[in-house]
């Protein structure tokens, strides 16, 4: 049913990215993407390029996307990288028919803790550190006000 609509949802996704300047994707409630990964942050991108790295990243989005299935609310979270992301449910009728994924930012004030423990877990992973770092430096920084307007 979600796909019926793809050409709304791009809109909606283009829009959001201006906003947010924040990765966003579409997926329905198989876990299947919707749309394609768009405004990916560089940092990200390293882990994707990896495929038993981005394997970790799609099983944070539907443990995600599980959590929503059975709340029909927005879940905050943070990937197994470290970062913030946020899934917010797509509701027709009262059910679930997909959700936005919007993500890889950090909170304010926890920038520093968060580097330290990231390269550390990522040491022995087939992984430019430096690089790992240098993207890292790049993230988008939010208040926890930003992101409550965000999720409404």
């Not at 009728?93 to 803790?113: K, P």
Request: aromatic residues 8%.
């Amino acid at each position: 049913m979600l796909r019926n609509f793809k050409e709304e949802l791009l809109l909606i996704q283009k829009d959001l990215i201006t906003l947010t300047n924040m990765g966003i994707v579409i997926i329905d409630i198989e876990g299947e993407y919707i749309t394609e990964k768009t405004n990916y942050s560089g940092f990200c991108k390293l882990f994707r390029k990896s495929s038993n790295l981005s394997l970790l990243c799609e099983k944070c989005d539907l443990k995600a996307l599980n959590k929503v299935l059975l709340s029909r609310t927005p879940y905050i979270y943070k990937c197994h990288s470290g970062l913030i992301d946020v899934i917010i449910p797509i509701l027709y009728e009262g059910e679930v028919i997909g959700a936005f994924l919007i993500g890889q930012f950090l909170i304010e004030n926890n920038r520093d803790f968060e580097v330290e423990r990231i390269l550390k877990e990522n040491s022995e992973k087939n992984i430019d550190l430096k690089l790992l770092q240098e993207k890292y430096q790049e993230l988008t920084v939010i208040s926890l006000e930003k992101l409550e307007s965000i999720i409404r």
